[in-house]
């Protein structure tokens, strides 16, 4: 708010308020002084009536000062404004309206979208500017900010805005609109942001010290939201895997969200074909009811290998086609192959493991996970590593460096590697190396040993990749029931200690056991991945000095769960099959000899990327459009094909209104905002312009006016209670202009005490002496 | 239009008249004229009342006018034989010399009352005495009711001057102690002194069977105060300064006043004193009044 005076120069009648003042001050009434004797009878209630005289004098004063305060300042005509001062009526401003350009903006509602209501409210609010004002138009795409040559051009440019996932905030783009302001030559800068007032919109709300951070900027935010929309959503769709074997099934969900009455309406799933054309391949009647989140599943058979690229889609269209199909992209192939060496006999100590993860019914049909290779420690080097995704080292001994200098190079360019220590370790002094450290990203400390059983793992979180199998499970898991009796010490390395090179990530705690040391931890190493496990599960459950019944206790499914898991983690692919919009999509091409990659984006564009040679990875940045994007390299015969996905963020979708108090929280509490055109060019009238408010100010002026003539009456009125003849004062003035009777009170000049003797007045005719008695 | 006989007790009017003598027969005169109707007839020493004669009675009293119509003897009988032995007793601290707007000072209204009372005594044939007092007895008349007795009271009275502080309570215990004999003391004073001290001292002199006239002379200005607008009032006596909004401050003042007043009426009557508050713009009959009424009690 700000407050300015269309006349400034009669302000400086507001120094006429020193008059009263000075009044007070100089021309205070100096007090007559009279003996009187009697004053005992004033003392008692002498302070009280001095500091009530005192209170009024000073009532008095400060009314009389306001009073000539008001009539000065109404005389100067201020005007209150929004902000900025503004000393000479309609001057030029600088504008910039940002302008929020998510998916949500396109929600249809009368037969017009928000971006159309934007487009009409601006063409408002920009006729209301003055001549030679800047405009700038700043949208959430990332588009960056500059002012328009012209009004028109920026009313064409709003018009011609199209809705897409946001690369920046709101707020960010308020920023980045502030900052353009603030280099801006003008002196009144005004910010309008328009918005939907949506869940998704502000999901990071305002700082808290805007206002301070930009103190020369109005800011408005204008409501363009729908009154009452309706609309079906799918969001969060869920893979059961990016990267199938041949012949697994692939298992597809999504969230169902709806705005609006119950109604049904059928979600189905559809795979692009050679042609580019989506066949549908399943379709599922959905009861959509009032804000209420559901879930939609589809299992699909019988894959061929390789790039599959579909969509879940609602039937039928709805007031935003945004949200009304997700795109997907899954890979289908040979299962992994996994080399798992053990010690020696391998059919006993490996036999748990392989059995968990490569079943042998599964095996024999063709259905298994994974191809495991099972050989002993010490033929480990023997085999050809390049053809394993992962490595599974049971209860290792101390390698030799050159054999962790191996490991470290191939996980490096991408295997993944289990590890699962155990007795064979032997001492940590045999077993810690500088080589061991790198692949492991830690050192062995000591052997934990539990007598009385009741260590065993215990996950806190789940919230990790690795354990997202068990989400569905939940607290149902009875890990108490495979106790363990020993396990490893495991100290990670600090991230200071980590040696140059490859880049990696210290090793994370991600399971951990009942007594708080970790069980399972993850690192990055270059490409690739290290787990390790604490604690070994190739012992045989009547092993007297076995550490565990992890893998040997009754039923032990969760083992045979967290096994697969780990091996799935380890081995999967780096590859961004399915991203949210804006993020860069990092895609193998497997190859080295190819320079460059052309990228197809679901609009039918193509442009070329560069093929990272040394890695053979190609990254795309350009994916902020949702859909299913195609990359090549090497030509149609004998190139490779490979394909992802971009999906929108919830989000961008989200246009559920917020509740005042959370739009409070947000956007500030002192934040304005406006819905309609008439609140708008209101506001911005009221802004610009200001309100005048000379016509309050006479107002309390004369009601000043009034106080000032009844409390001075008030004080000084005579006290006829307190004279018991009237005031002596008030007669002697009537005898003086009427004579007579009152003439009597009058006090006739003081004789000389030592005058001389004065003659008596004649006596009354009628009036004699009595005789004085005679004795 | 010829003044009625009141018009002459009003104080500016006898204010005029310079000569004490004067103004104190001129006061007594005028009040007298004014009891025709009065139940005070017979006053001063005239005949009263006859009696049959008894031995022992002066011869010179017997009335021949009855005797030669009854051929009894009968005796006058006068009310001077019924003597009150009366002493004035006068305030003449500073603050007794005050007055605002009035002709007389509280001083010369009291001294004026006394001469008026002193005429009166002793033409009724009662002793009459006078005490002066300011910080203590400056001055003192033994009772006498010879007619020289006049002049020599309003002789001592005319050079009074209002001076020092009062010790009105500490005066009146050293007059009680003064008088041996049951006396009728007329009190002239403002008594503005610690008012607990001085009724102490009036209640000593009523324990010593003394009947005592108590007239509060106020200023009419100490009474009504009549100023206005801010005013710096000064205590003469101790000199102490105070600046007050006459206007604001005079309800509370007036009532201030009328307390004080009534407490000391109350206490009066409670103490079978005659309390007579007067103020210098009254006329002198009041007091003359009071003084006859509490004669004829006392009788």
């Known amino acids: 708010m700000g407050l300015s005076f269309l006349n400034v120069f009669l302000l400086g009648g507001m120094a006429l308020v020193a008059v009263p003042l000075v009044l007070h001050l100089l021309m205070r009434r100096k007090p007559v002084p009279h003996a009187f004797p009697a004053m005992r009878f004033l003392l008692a209630r002498a302070q009280e009536k001095k500091r009530r005289l005192n209170l009024q004098h000073l009532l008095l004063l400060l009314v009389r000062m306001g009073l000539l305060l008001l009539v000065a300042s109404a005389l100067a005509r201020p005007v209150l404004r929004g902000s900025r001062w503004l000393a000479a009526g309609e001057g030029p401003v600088a504008v910039a309206c940002v302008i929020d350009t998510s998916p949500r903006m396109l929600l249809r509602e009368g037969n017009r979208t928000r971006l159309d209501v934007v487009s009409e409210l601006a063409a408002d609010l920009f006729a209301t500017l003055p001549e030679k004002s800047m405009l700038a138009v700043v949208d959430t795409s990332g588009s960056g900010a500059a002012y328009s040559p012209s009004r028109a051009a920026a009313a064409s440019r709003i018009k011609r805005l199209t809705a897409g996932p946001a690369a920046s905030s709101l707020p960010e783009a308020m920023a980045d609109a502030a900052r353009l302001l603030e280099s801006a030559p003008l002196e009144r800068r005004e910010l309008y942001v328009f918005t939907d007032r949506s869940q998704g919109g502000w999901e990071q709300p305002v700082p808290a010290d805007w206002d301070q951070a930009h103190p020369g900027i109005s800011l408005l935010f204008v409501d363009v939201a729908a009154e009452s929309p309706q609309n079906f959503a799918l969001t969060d769709l869920q893979l059961s895997a990016e990267q199938i074997a041949v012949g697994r099934p692939l298992t597809v969900s999504a969230a169902t969200r709806r705005v609006g009455p119950e109604a049904t309406r059928s979600v189905a799933i559809e795979l692009l074909n050679g042609q580019g054309d989506f066949m549908r391949r399943g379709e599922k009647p959905v009861v959509w009811r009032e804000g209420e989140t559901g879930q939609v599943r589809f299992d699909l058979n019988g894959l061929e290998p390789g790039l599959h690229q579909g969509r879940v889609v609602i039937d039928g269209g709805d007031s935003m086609a945004a949200d009304d199909a997700i795109d997907f992209t899954v890979e289908v192939g040979p299962s992994p192959r996994v080399l798992v060496a053990a010690p020696e006999p391998i059919e006993a100590t490996g036999l748990f493991f392989t059995e968990a993860v490569a079943p042998l019914p599964l095996v024999k049909a063709g259905r298994s996970d994974f191809t495991v290779t099972l050989v002993p420690l010490a033929d480990l080097e023997t085999e050809a590593w390049t053809e394993f995704l992962g490595i599974v080292l049971l209860d290792p001994p101390a390698l030799r460096p050159g054999t962790w200098g191996l490991l470290r190079q191939w996980v490096s360019q991408g295997g993944g590697l289990v590890v699962w220590l155990g007795p064979e370790a032997g001492s940590p002094e045999n077993f810690n190396s500088p080589a061991s450290e790198v692949v492991l990203g830690g050192r062995l400390e000591r052997v934990w040993r539990d007598a009385d059983r009741t260590n065993y793992l215990a996950p806190t979180a789940l919230d990790h990749p690795l354990l997202a199998a068990f989400r569905r499970v939940g607290d149902a898991v009875p890990w108490q029931d495979f106790p363990v009796f020993r396990h490893w010490e495991f100290q990670p390395t600090s991230p200071e200690q980590q040696p140059a090179g490859e880049p990696a990530s210290p090793a994370i705690p991600v399971v951990a056991y009942r007594n708080g040391l970790p069980a399972v931890l993850e690192r990055r190493l270059g490409q690739g991945r290290v787990l390790v496990v604490t604690t070994p599960v190739s012992q045989a459950a009547n092993d007297p000095d076995a550490w565990n019944l992890v893998a040997t206790g009754f039923e032990p499914w969760p083992f045979v769960m967290l096994a697969n898991e780990m091996l799935n983690h380890a081995v999967a692919s780096q590859d961004d099959l399915n991203i949210s919009s804006g993020q860069v999509a990092s895609l193998r091409i497997g190859r080295r000899d190819l320079p460059t990659a052309t990228v197809q984006t679901p609009l039918g564009d193509t442009f070329p990327v560069a093929v990272d040679q040394r890695r053979g990875t190609v990254k795309v940045t350009a994916t902020r459009q949702p859909g299913n994007y195609g990359v090549r390299s090497g030509g149609d015969v004998g190139g490779v094909a490979r394909g992802f996905s971009v999906s929108l963020p919830s989000s961008a979708t989200d246009f559920r209104r917020l509740s005042d108090e959370r739009l409070a929280a947000a956007l500030g509490a002192n934040h304005r905002i406006v819905a309609d055109m008439q609140s708008l060019v209101r506001d911005v009238t009221q802004e610009r312009v200001g309100a005048e408010l000379s016509g309050w100010l006479l107002f309390l002026a004369a009601l000043l006016l009034v106080i000032d003539w009844g409390v001075s009456n008030r004080f000084y009125a005579p006290r006829h209670g307190a004279d018991p003849e009237i005031g002596a004062a008030v007669a002697f003035a009537e005898s003086l202009d009427a004579g007579g009777e009152a003439a009597s009170l009058t006090p006739p000049p003081v004789p000389p005490r030592a005058a001389g003797p004065a003659l008596p007045p004649p006596l009354p005719t009628d009036f004699s002496l009595p005789t004085e008695p005679q004795s | ?299």
């Not at chain 2, 001063?44 to 009894?72: C, N, Q």
Request: hydrophobic share 40%; glycine share 6%; net charge negative.
């Open chain 2, 1 to 299: 239009m010829p003044r009625a006989v009141e018009e002459y007790l009003k104080p500016d009017v006898v204010q005029q008249i310079a000569r004490l003598d004067l103004r104190a027969k001129f006061i007594v005169k005028g009040f007298l004229q004014g009891l025709h109707a009065s139940p005070f007839h017979g006053f001063s020493v005239e005949f009263s009342e006859h009696r049959r004669y008894a031995p022992g009675d002066d011869p010179k009293d017997i009335d021949w006018l009855i005797y030669a119509k009854t051929d009894k003897h009968y005796v006058k009988k006068y009310e001077a034989e019924t003597n009150i032995t009366g002493y004035l007793v006068i305030d003449a601290s500073g603050s007794m010399g005050y007055t605002y707007r009035q002709q007389l000072t509280k001083l010369d209204y009291s001294i004026s009352l006394a001469a008026a009372l002193c005429w009166l005594m002793v033409h009724q044939q009662d002793p009459c005495g006078l005490m002066v007092f300011g910080e203590k007895i400056q001055a003192s008349l033994p009772a006498r009711s010879r007619r020289s007795q006049i002049a020599e009271v309003l002789s001592l009275l005319a050079n009074v001057k209002p001076a020092g502080t009062s010790e009105i309570a500490a005066s009146l215990v050293q007059v009680g102690a003064m008088l041996r004999h049951r006396s009728l003391l007329m009190v002239f004073s403002d008594l503005l002194a610690e008012p607990t001290a001085v009724r102490d001292a009036l209640m000593r002199l009523r324990h010593r069977s003394h009947d005592v006239i108590l007239f509060h002379v106020l200023d009419e200005a100490e009474v009504r105060f009549p100023f206005q607008g801010m005013v710096e009032l000064m205590e003469p006596e101790a000199g102490q300064k105070m600046v007050v909004d006459a206007d604001a401050a005079r309800r509370d003042y007036v009532a201030e006043v009328e307390q004080f007043r009534d407490e000391y009426r109350g206490f009066c009557q409670r103490a079978g004193i005659d309390y007579v508050p007067l103020d210098t713009s009254m006329p002198f009959d009041t007091a003359l009044m009071e003084y006859l009424l509490s004669r004829q009690g006392r009788l």
